[in-house]
């Protein structure tokens, strides 16, 4: 149906930056939602932000005034800013796409992930 491609993970040092873009394999209509979770070793899949398609954000606290999301809705693209990254932001990041509607109909997808690794 729809794959998620997510780029731009990596090793940076804290206090370093990262964008990760995730975008989707086909064309997409419309998305409810969109957003972008992390899973640490050892502990569970948690949501890190997310945007509507009213471009309502929603942030855990964690990453308040550190991290931007956004979305470009034209390529079907959702975008996760991450400034002053700590060692405890270390993670897989996974994007989501909530209630994506295409010719396939409509469906939830997430991406396959991509390491970020922060190092103090």
């Known amino acids: 149906q729809v794959q998620l491609v997510e780029s731009g993970g990596g090793l940076v040092q804290a206090g370093g930056s990262l964008r990760l873009s995730c975008v989707a394999s086909?064309?997409?209509?419309?998305?409810?939602?969109m957003g972008w979770y992390r899973q640490a070793p050892g502990k569970q899949r948690e949501l890190v932000a997310s945007?509507?398609?009213?471009?309502?954000?929603n942030y855990a606290d964690s990453v308040k005034g550190r991290f931007t999301i956004s979305r470009d809705n034209a390529k079907n693209t959702v975008f996760l800013q991450m400034n002053s990254l700590k060692p405890e932001d270390t993670a897989i990041y996974y994007c989501n796409f909530e209630g994506a509607r295409g010719l396939y109909g409509i469906g939830n997808f997430w991406g396959q992930g991509t390491q970020v690794t922060v190092s103090s």
């Open positions: 945007i509507t398609s009213g471009d309502s954000t």
């Open positions: 086909r064309r997409i209509f419309s998305i409810n939602a």
